[in-house]
Each structure stands twice: as C-alpha cells, then as structure tokens.
C-alpha cells in the first residue's frame, strides 16, 4: 500500500471517491490548523470538506452535511498499540 493520500476522499460507500482500504487504515483531516473528527468527504485541491450537521439526516436516511472551504491536510493516523 502506498503511503500517498488521494486528492479527494469520501466515507460514504456509494460514492466514487469511496476506499474502504484506506479509511481502514486510519485518515485524519487537518481543516485551518485544526484536527476534525466529522468529516464525511474532502478535496484537498479544491480546498474543501463536508461534515455532518449535528444527528440530521435527509429522507433518504443520509446525514445533512455543510461544505466549509479552508486548508484541508490529510494524514493517517498513527497506529495505536
């Protein structure tokens, strides 16, 4: 496996930009200087992420999510012992 992160990423499986092996291995998502736990999906070239609004969800049962533009850092998470 390669240690390189995708420009764009999505936890939501009937996406695209879907990669079960790399969200197994642990990503996290540096947004303006700040670590966030929420995201749902980010573009690291378009400078963007999605997170979810609170336990919202839409009529099809998936969460209400915002766009928040800023610096978007990807990294895996150190594997914990």
Request: aromatic share 8%.
């Given at each position: ?14 996406s ?14 540096r947004f ?15 400078g963007?992420i999605?997170?979810?609004v609170g336990k ?5 049962g998936n ?5 928040l533009?800023?610096?978007v ?5 150190a594997k914990?012992?």
């Amino acid at each position: 496996m390669t240690d390189t992160l995708p420009d764009r990423l999505s936890t939501n499986p009937k996406s695209p930009h879907y990669d079960e092996a790399l969200l197994q291995r642990g990503i996290g998502i540096r947004f303006d200087g700040q670590e966030k736990t929420n995201v749902e999906e980010y573009c690291v070239s378009e400078g963007w992420i999605r997170v979810a609004v609170g336990k919202t969800v839409d009529r099809k049962g998936n969460p209400l999510t915002i766009k928040l533009k800023g610096t978007v850092e990807p990294f895996f998470e150190a594997k914990k012992s």
